[in-house]
């Protein structure tokens, strides 16, 4: 009977064992530490238009004249004019590059050449044309340019280079965000 009695002591003391040791573990605690955060993004307004001298919108239906003083408005050697180009991102919250383009020349009226400079002696590049940056700033008449592109056909061309002649242009206006370098805040 002895035995019967320690051995259910023995088997108490071992459960009572694996519950204090539970409870006791338990106890120790590690440092914990937790945090939870929400963000909110908003992007930044995107509000770049191409217009004419005129303000009309150039869009991909736009014509575009080069009128001469031959008859019905025609070229002749000589003749020369401007092409306005207005720039308007009021409103635009990022600063960014625009590129002027004049592509996909056509026709054998080759005579007919695009400058950036009213002297007409810097041509305008037919693949690449040019890029400038406007930087952002506040305010609506911060975001605005002007361009002027003047185009001419050479006296010295001669009626045999342009008679009855044709050539047909393509006008390409492209604005691309381009932030400008500021610090990273925040970190």
């Known amino acids: 009977m002895k035995k019967i009695i320690f051995g259910k002591i023995g088997a108490a003391a071992v459960v009572l064992t694996l519950v204090t040791s539970s409870l006791v573990g338990g106890t120790f605690a590690k440092y914990t530490s937790s945090a939870s955060a929400s ?16 303000n009309a919108a150039y869009t991909d239906s736009s014509t575009i004249s080069l009128l001469g003083s031959g008859e019905n408005n025609t070229v002749i050697p000589g003749d020369n004019g401007e092409i306005a180009i207005n720039i308007n991102g009021a409103g635009t919250e990022v600063g960014f590059d625009y590129t002027v383009k004049i592509t996909n020349r056509t026709g054998d009226l ?18 690449n044309g040019f890029t400038k940056h406007i930087a952002y700033e ?3 008449e911060a975001m605005k340019a002007n361009e002027v592109i003047y185009w001419a056909i050479p006296e010295e061309t001669g009626a045999e280079g342009v008679e009855g002649k044709s050539c047909e242009f393509k006008l390409e206006l492209t604005a691309v965000q381009k932030p400008d370098e500021k610090p990273v805040e925040g970190n």
């Open 39 to 54: 963000g909110k993004v908003t992007a930044a307004k995107w509000t770049v238009n191409f217009t004419d001298g005129d």
């Open 138 to 140: 506040a305010g609506n």
């Open 110 to 127: 080759g005579a007919v050449q695009f400058y950036t400079d009213s002297a007409h002696q810097n041509l305008i590049d037919n693949t």
